[in-house]
Each structure stands twice: as structure tokens, then as C-alpha cells.
């Protein structure tokens, strides 16, 4: 959704939200990976397990949903487009996020993979990247269509494909024709000799 005052120079934030196991991580590497420098990926999971090791709980009025909407903001304001995602409960991230979108002055896309609890937890024993979650933890967290109920969210159903999913959020979010806004790779020499380079011969770094 695209704010009356946007301008050309604001970056885009995109929320890429689900249950554990629906592909949102995987998901969101990839949009990162295809958009290249310039865009900031930041998972939930990261940020509240390791950088704060809390736990996800109500109960204890959590610091992660404060501390996740502030690094995106700050990310924002320094010219990153951003792509945050994670399981983002509406129970205790809700009101930030919304708070999140409406300070925003720039595009802002929202995602949530709708996916059954029967497939989140074969995806889940089939990840690359096994996580200590054992399938009753994961039905005890499911929640079903747990939207964010903002203009414009985008619900990506079960039967799309990783590709599908990658390409609904970068066509849908605008990233894939945003321009980068940060010093790297905007001013950055060692990504002006890469963009010289035949893709043949450039090196990944």
C-alpha cells in the first residue's frame, strides 16, 4: 500500500508474516538474495532468540516486538528497504506493527503465508536448517489465519510454489524495480567494478 505522502526517495518495507514452518523465512532469504544490496533482512526469530533470548510470551510483556519495529525503523530511516519477517503473533505484535506502517512514508507491503498445520509440519521436517521444535510444539502455536488486517495485505496460499512466493512479494512490494538508497552499493566502488563485470566472472560477496 502505496501512502498519499511517499515520496520517491522513501524506502519500501515488507512485512513477510506465518506460522512456524509455512516458508516465510526461506522466503524471504530469497527476495533479499534476488533484490541484492540495499535491503536489510531482519527475522524474528534472530533478533528475539539470539540477539535478546526471550521468550516469546505474553506474559512477561516482552521487549522483542519494541526492539524488532524500533530496528526497522532505524534501518527505514538510514535508506534500507526493509524485509521483515517472522511469526509476528497480532497478540503482542499487532499494535507495533501497525504503528510501525503507519509512521512509515514509503511503500509498504504486506504478506502472511496461509498454510495448513498439516503442511507447515511436513515443511518443517523437510528444512534444510532443522530447528529443536517437535511437531506438538508447533500445533500448540498454530494459529489459523492470524492477519495483521491492514489495507492491501497479501494472503499467499498453500498450493504456491517457493518461485510463486518470491515472485508475488518482489512484483507486489515494488522491490523489484526499487532502486537502492544506501551508500553500498549506491557509492560504493567495489559495487561499480562488480556491475562492470561480465556476470560470468563477478564473485558473489
Same mark, same amino acid.
Not at 500448540?140 to 491492514?150: A, E, F, I, Q
Given at each position: 500500500? $502505496? ?9 519500501? =518495507? ?59 525503523r532505524t534501518a527505514? $530511516? =538510514?535508506?534500507?528497504?526493509?524485509? =521483515? ?14 504503528? =510501525?506502517? $503507519? ?6 507491503? #504486506? ?21 529443536? #521444535? ?31 512466493? #518470491?515472485t508475488t512479494i518482489?512484483? +507486489? ?27 560470468? +566472472?563477478?564473485?558473489?560477496?
Amino acid at each position: 500500500m $502505496d501512502k498519499p505522502h511517499a515520496t520517491d526517495l522513501a524506502p519500501t =518495507l515488507v512485512i513477510i508474516r506465518g506460522n512456524s514452518g509455512s516458508g516465510k523465512t526461506t522466503a524471504a532469504r530469497e527476495v533479499r538474495r534476488r533484490y541484492g544490496r540495499g535491503a536489510a533482512l531482519l527475522e524474528q526469530d534472530y533478533l528475539r532468540r539470539t540477539l535478546l533470548r526471550e521468550h516469546d510470551s505474553a506474559h512477561i510483556n516482552p521487549v522483542a516486538p519494541a526492539f524488532i519495529t524500533a530496528t526497522a525503523r532505524t534501518a527505514l $530511516d =538510514l535508506g534500507y528497504h526493509v524485509i =521483515l519477517e517472522g511469526i509476528l503473533h497480532t497478540e503482542r505484535y499487532a499494535a507495533v506493527l501497525h504503528q =510501525l506502517i $503507519d509512521d512509515h512514508p514509503g511503500p509498504v507491503a #504486506v504478506f502472511y503465508l496461509d498454510v495448513s498445520i498439516d503442511e507447515t509440519i511436513r515443511r518443517h521436517l523437510n528444512r534444510d536448517e532443522p530447528i529443536p #521444535v517437535t511437531p506438538d510444539e508447533m500445533r500448540r502455536w498454530y494459529t489459523h489465519r492470524d492477519l495483521l488486517k491492514v489495507p492491501g495485505e497479501t494472503t499467499i496460499p498453500e498450493p504456491q510454489t517457493l518461485e510463486q512466493t #518470491v515472485t508475488t512479494i518482489l512484483q +507486489a512490494s515494488g522491490l523489484i524495480s526499487a532502486i537502492p538508497q544506501t551508500p553500498c552499493p549506491r557509492r560504493c566502488r567495489h559495487c561499480a567494478r562488480k556491475a562492470d563485470t561480465p556476470p560470468a +566472472a563477478a564473485t558473489t560477496s
